[in-house]
């Protein structure tokens, strides 16, 4: 697990064993912890007296790990102290079986976006929580089939799949009338002359050909360049973002008045901005679970949150962003390890 997120807390032995078993209360309850129920608990070694809890948890308060309401309430874990104890969770392993049967049904899908979508869709099922899944082309999308159909008078369904199994559907206006053969034609040219090639070197490669009146195919070229100039080998359209279970917000006891709850879920709304904060994120994870607890930094509204994501490398040099945000209070145990599941299941289902 990627644990680079974790502060060097100046807690050691007793105190963060007292600290980790006050946020496991927290998670539980989601009530503040008394020094009592603390003292209650097993600990390495010898028990510890509520005196002992309650003099532990006055320096983790001046530490800014505990919080409390009033004088004679318990104690709330801060983010600061939920980072710790996730850091010391150590290794989450995935379950085998489940991975195998997502794989299945992940391959029963036609194309790698829905196949990421539908990882969204387990993984709000699993956690109950909103799910973010993204898929992103290749910055050197190579092109696999160009199909061309006629629709009507002068207008054509331009069909263009890259390697990456993505699909770029585009109807075009030309001001010619061009025939079943001609279409053929033309995409028997472009299929045999680029198939494989980047969509980059494909561009460049055409546009000198144009310049060259000598060529054998002159006029074929000229039928292909109607086509060019309507984007042929434009890239797809960018990346698309998937997010489910905005609504089990609603369920959950976040303490947001209506304008804040309003502000949360504007900043949902904004898929631009949830994608600039996983890529913020999960950057550096690949295959391995980011986690960030507490998001303020990124948009004020999702202070109260955590995000656990991973970075997935998938066929034809396309990725994939799989995360959970959700309230702090997470099973964290369980939403890293369904994060890890999704994410194993999608890129051994594009291989």
């Not at 036609?110 to 196949?115: P, T």
């Not at 030309?174 to 028997?188: G, H, P, T, V, Y």
């Amino acid at each position: 697990m990627d644990t680079s997120f974790a502060s060097s807390l100046p807690t050691t032995g007793k105190k963060r064993q007292i600290l980790h078993a006050i946020v496991e209360a927290y998670l539980d309850s989601g009530e503040a912890v008394s020094s009592s129920a603390i003292a209650q608990r097993r600990f390495t070694g010898a028990s510890l007296s509520s005196a002992t809890v309650r003099n532990a948890m006055a320096e983790l308060s001046e530490l800014g790990l505990l919080t409390q309401t009033h004088a004679s309430a318990g104690r709330i874990p801060t983010p600061l102290a939920i980072k710790s104890y996730v850091s010391s969770l150590g290794q989450v392993k995935v379950n085998p079986f489940e991975v195998s049967k997502l794989q299945q049904k992940l391959k029963s899908l036609h194309s790698i976006s829905e196949r990421v979508e539908e990882g969204s869709h387990v993984l709000t099922e699993i956690t109950h929580n909103i799910a973010i899944t993204a898929s992103l082309p290749s910055a050197s999308q190579q092109l696999h089939q160009v199909e061309l159909l006629p629709l009507a008078a002068r207008q054509y369904l331009m069909v263009v799949i890259t390697s990456d199994r993505s699909v770029r559907n585009q109807v075009v206006s030309i001001d010619q009338d061009l025939r079943s053969e001609d279409l053929a034609e033309i995409r028997n040219y472009i299929n045999c002359e680029f198939s494989g090639w980047t969509l980059n070197d494909a561009r460049l490669a055409l546009a000198e050909r144009l310049k060259d009146e000598r060529s054998q195919y002159h006029a074929l070229l000229r039928r292909v360049e109607l086509f060019y100039a309507r984007g042929l080998f434009q890239g797809s359209e960018g990346p698309r973002v998937f997010m489910d279970g905005a609504a089990y917000l609603i369920g959950l006891d976040l303490h947001l008045t209506k304008e804040k709850m309003r502000e949360l879920f504007q900043a949902l709304e904004q898929k631009q901005q949830i994608l600039q904060i996983l890529d913020q994120f999960l950057q550096a994870s690949d295959q391995t679970p980011a986690i960030q607890v507490g998001l303020g930094d990124a948009h004020p509204a999702l202070s109260g949150f955590t995000l656990i994501g991973v970075h997935v490398p998938l066929a034809g040099g396309m990725s994939a962003r799989v995360a959970v945000l959700g309230p702090l209070r997470l099973n964290y145990p369980r939403t890293i390890a369904a994060v890890m599941e999704v994410g194993q299941a999608l890129a051994e289902s594009t291989t």
